[in-house]
Every structure is written in structure tokens, then in C-alpha cells.
């Protein structure tokens, strides 16, 4: 069933905000086994809470099914939205990031009867996880505190895997800080250093202290806070004249270490010990979360153990996630979803037996935690 759903799901070309349909099949799927549905719409997003509730503690999936956009469609083997079969994969955008997870988790669900479950079962599915995530988790997660609604676990089907399913699970992921910088200057001829203020000579000793800079160690989970540049330019496009300006973009991705703030200073200061004049935009678009290890998290190590016949590894690595909204909620969160390799990508693709093994992990997470609650 896992591998159908998974089609079912890529044959819908949700780029995100647009969800194509896909919070709907969900929805009747999940209502044909006793969920009730809800759907939230903020913006131009629509957003699915659905849950069967029970009088135990409450357990939510959580997922997304909008995508990144394809890139170029003629260098796919095969179209993006097809969901083509080999025999060996299914290829399609949205196969690993993260419409193969919602599928897995949906096929666990169907081998058993939410009735007999201890536990309350929610979903909470957005098509607002690639794009601003401005009107999606982060919206649904207030509202759900507003009405007093007490979270207890939430498992995310992001993918984690790094070889064999399983073999790796997060905890926690990283904060991430993005930093537009200008470095002003005075455009003039080459010929007349005295005479210009070049902004690609000032910008050189400040690029010097920032890549060397030792932001924080890590810790036991998160690894050290690391820095890329991701764009510059300057220069009018000839060769005897010196730019009035330079642009620079960077990004931050941070452990618990570290604050926003603390970026903020840091850059700041090394901006000012050289001098330069400047302007300067931070936009702290996720803060680092820790997702303590639990009940629920013994659970999953449990069922991944069982089913792989392997322990597997905790981590606070890899992007963003809608984590960082849930962890406002105080619930116990565990990440775990097939390999990213492809994500993104080109060709971007996913096994069928690694969607037959996430299934059978998910679905004895559902067995094990109901033993767990039964106690």
C-alpha cells in the first residue's frame, strides 16, 4: 500500500503553497478509519488537523506535502510527477522529501484499528514546509495551544536515514540565521586609488575574521555551528572601475550553543573593528531545538531495533524543520524518515523496500507505544 500512496501522492504537482489535492486524499483516507478532520487555511496555505481521539496521551504525525519546483524537467529520466516505477525505485519529486514518509505512515495505520489504540492519534499536514513556513505548522501549533490541546509525542516523517532505514533518528535540529550584507563604497577609476573607496578591498580582512572564526564546539548532539557564503557581487562589468557597492549573502546554521543574538554581535563587531561603512539585515528564520529522549524516544530506538536488527543514532543534524514550531508545545519529538541523498535534486527517487521497511518501523512504534500506555 505504501508504495501506491506514494504515487498517489507524487502525481500531484503541490510546489509549494499549492497542495494539488493532496490534503484531501489524506483526509478520506483517514476518515474511513474514524479520524475527524479539519481543515485550517491561513493565507493562501491549507493546512490538515485530523485526530482520533482516545482517553490516553496524544501522539501526532506530522508531515508536509508541498515541494520544492522540479528545476530543469528535460534532465529528469523521468517526468517529476510521474511516480515512475523501475522495478527498484519511484521516482518523483516529493518521493523522499517527504510524500514517501505520509505514505509510510498512512500504510502502518491501515494494519490496524485506531479503536484499539491507548493513545490519541493526530496529523497535522502542511503545504507550507518549502516555502516561508509563515502559514503553515507554525499557525496550526497556536491554534492547538489556544484550544488547550495537550501534545504528548510527535513523530515527523522527515527524512533522517543516512544508509540502511533507521539508521539514524533526530532529536533536535539546528537554529539558522541568514545575513544580507552592503558594503558601501565609492566608485571610480582604477587608475586613482586615492580617489576611490573600493568595497571589495574592505570586505577582505572582514571575510577573513568570519571564516575563521570559531563559533562554538557543539555539544553531545548538535555539531559545531558552521558558516557558508551563498552569494556575492560587485562591479559594473568593467575592468578599469572600481564598484560603488558590494552585496554579500551568508547563512548561519547554529547549535544550543549559540544564540541569534550572539551571531548578531559578533558580526557586528567584526564589521566595526575594520571599519566598514555598511548596511545590515539578520533574519533568524529558525531557532536550534532539543527534543530531550524520552518514553517515546526509547520507543522508536525499540522499534527500529526490532524490525532492522540494528541500534540506531541520535542527532540534532541536517536543515530545518517543522519541529522547531512543535517544540513550543513541550512534546517529546522524534524525526525519523527515509534517506536524503536525493532530495531536492534531480531524479530525485526512493526505494520501494525502503518504503516497506519505514512501514514496518512505523507501524510497530504504533504497536509498542500502545503497550507503553497500556501500563
Not at 554579500?248 to 557586528?268: A, C, M, P, Y
Amino acid at each position: 500500500m505504501e508504495i501506491q500512496i506514494t504515487q498517489d501522492l507524487v502525481r500531484k504537482e503541490s510546489i509549494t503553497p499549492n497542495d494539488a489535492g493532496c490534503l484531501k486524499y489524506i483526509e478520506e483516507f483517514l476518515a474511513k478509519r474514524g479520524f475527524v478532520n479539519e481543515t485550517l487555511t491561513y493565507g493562501r496555505v491549507k493546512n490538515l488537523w485530523s485526530i482520533n481521539r482516545k482517553p490516553g496521551p496524544l501522539l501526532i504525525f506530522l508531515g508536509h506535502v508541498d515541494v520544492v519546483p522540479t528545476g530543469p524537467i528535460e534532465q529528469w529520466d523521468h517526468a517529476p510527477f510521474s511516480g515512475h516505477d523501475d522495478g527498484t525505485y519511484i521516482y518523483g519529486r516529493g518521493t523522499g522529501d517527504m510524500k514517501g514518509g505520509i505514505a509510510c505512515f498512512m500504510s502502518a495505520l491501515s494494519r490496524i484499528n485506531p479503536d484499539d489504540l491507548n493513545f490519541s492519534l493526530g496529523f497535522i499536514i502542511t503545504a507550507d514546509e518549502e516555502g516561508p513556513s509563515r502559514d503553515g505548522t507554525v499557525k496550526v501549533v497556536d491554534e492547538l495551544l489556544q484550544r488547550g490541546e495537550v501534545v504528548d509525542y510527535c513523530l515527523i516523517g522527515e527524512p533522517s536515514t543516512i544508509e540502511t532505514v533507521g539508521d539514524n533518528i533526530r532529536i533536535g535540529r539546528r537554529g539558522s540565521i541568514n545575513i544580507e550584507l552592503e558594503v558601501l563604497g565609492k566608485q571610480g577609476h582604477a587608475a586613482y586609488p586615492a580617489r576611490v573607496d573600493n568595497p571589495i578591498h574592505k570586505v577582505v580582512p572582514f571575510l577573513d575574521k568570519l571564516l575563521s572564526e570559531v563559533w562554538d564546539e557543539g555539544n553531545e548532539h548538535f555539531p559545531p555551528t558552521s558558516l557558508q557564503l551563498t552569494n556575492i557581487s560587485a562591479g559594473v562589468g568593467a575592468h578599469n572601475v572600481t564598484p560603488n557597492n558590494l552585496n554579500l549573502k551568508f547563512n548561519l546554521r547554529f547549535s544550543t550553543q549559540i544564540t541569534g543574538d550572539e551571531i548578531q554581535t559578533k558580526v557586528t563587531n567584526f564589521l566595526e573593528a575594520e571599519g566598514i561603512k555598511h548596511k545590515i539585515q539578520f533574519d533568524l528564520n529558525a531557532k536550534p531545538f532539543y527534543s530531550e529522549p524520552k518514553l517515546f524516544t526509547e520507543v522508536v530506538q525499540k522499534s527500529i531495533s526490532e524490525v532492522q536488527a540494528f541500534d540506531t543514532a541520535l542527532s540534532c543534524s541536517g536543515g530545518t524543520s517543522d519541529g522547531r514550531f512543535m517544540a513550543k508545545t513541550g512534546c517529546e519529538i522524534v524525526e525519523l524518515g527515509p534517506k536524503f541523498e536525493t532530495i531536492h535534486k534531480i531524479n530525485e527517487k526512493i526505494e520501494k523496500e525502503e518504503l516497506e521497511r519505514l512501514t514496518d518501523i512505523y507501524y510497530q512504534i504504533l504497536l509498542n507505544l500502545n503497550e507503553e500506555t497500556n501500563n
